[in-house]
């Protein structure tokens, strides 16, 4: 991925789209952007009133392609800058498609993307999508920051909830997860869109390294339980990745504050 320099930058006081606005990033993201005077308008699946200097508008990127196209031609009107923070199981790269073209059509002066730590490295499906919405984002033409993030705190608290509940909790060897907390993802997220467009910018981790296990370990102590955790090894090609620590944080990378266990006592005391 190569650098993309600004032409001429974003207004300060441009409209901004936010993609993914009502998840768990974007609900951080959009107060941020209305905290620094930024006009907002959220693309969400369904009609939403507007409200406090936010107003919606009603697209499934993963919806049919014309109707989609023809949505986000209406969405990106006056709009200066992007933030593409929705995504799921599949189909990132093909929604990031659309956005881009209409993006590109729409003459948007900055796309801000965030995708994942270990984008062209995991061989997992999810992983080479988002490695290909990267690709689309940098061969758009436009200008345009991406930032690669770890998991969330709230993903391995989603995780490790789930394999506590089991009477004998699985514990893949070598898998190393690095949760960063969603407030420093959006904050930085921010910042970036507020600035000149960057390219590739560092990617963001948490300040520390877990195995699976203790993720688990840890959550189980907040909670007061114990469960027994078994072994196990992750086979092939994306075990040899995650063993590899594909995943973590690479050398320049930028690192949150905010730890697992912090994340965990004011999870369980709300």
């Not at 993030?149 to 909830?161: K, R, S």
């Not at 840890?218 to 990745?241: D, E, F, I, N, W």
Request: aromatic share 4%; hydrophobic share 45%.
């Amino acid at each position: 991925m190569t650098n993309n320099p600004a032409n001429g930058g974003p207004a300060a006081d441009g409209l901004v789209l936010v993609t993914g606005g009502t998840g768990t990033l974007g609900r951080q993201v959009v107060p941020l952007l209305r905290a620094a005077g930024r006009p907002v308008r959220v693309l969400s699946r369904h009609e939403r009133p507007a409200a406090d200097g936010v107003s919606h508008a009603c697209v499934d990127l993963l919806g049919d392609p014309a109707e989609t196209a023809a949505r986000l031609d209406r969405a990106l009107a006056g709009v200066d800058t992007v933030l593409h923070l929705a995504g799921g199981p599949k189909g990132d790269d093909a929604a990031t498609r659309l956005l881009v073209a209409a993006a590109r059509q729409a003459g948007v002066r900055h796309l801000v993307h965030i995708s994942v730590i270990g984008a062209d490295r995991i061989p997992l499906g999810y992983f080479r999508a988002k490695h290909a919405a990267e690709e689309a984002v940098a061969g758009s033409g436009l200008p345009y920051t991406v930032l690669r993030a770890a998991q969330f705190h709230d993903l391995a608290f989603t995780v490790v909830e789930k394999l506590a509940k089991l009477p004998v909790v699985p514990a893949p060897g070598g898998v190393r997860w690095q949760p960063v907390d969603v407030r420093e993802v959006a904050a930085r997220m921010v910042e970036l869109a507020l600035a000149e467009p960057a390219g590739a910018v560092p990617d963001l981790a948490g300040p520390a390294v877990y195995e699976m296990r203790e993720l688990t370990c840890r959550y189980l102590q907040a909670r007061g339980r114990s469960r027994r955790q078994l072994p196990v090894r992750v086979p092939g090609k994306v075990g040899r990745a995650y063993r590899a620590g594909d995943n973590l944080a690479p050398a320049g990378a930028e690192h949150g504050r905010r730890t697992w266990e912090e994340f965990l006592a004011e999870r369980l005391a709300a």
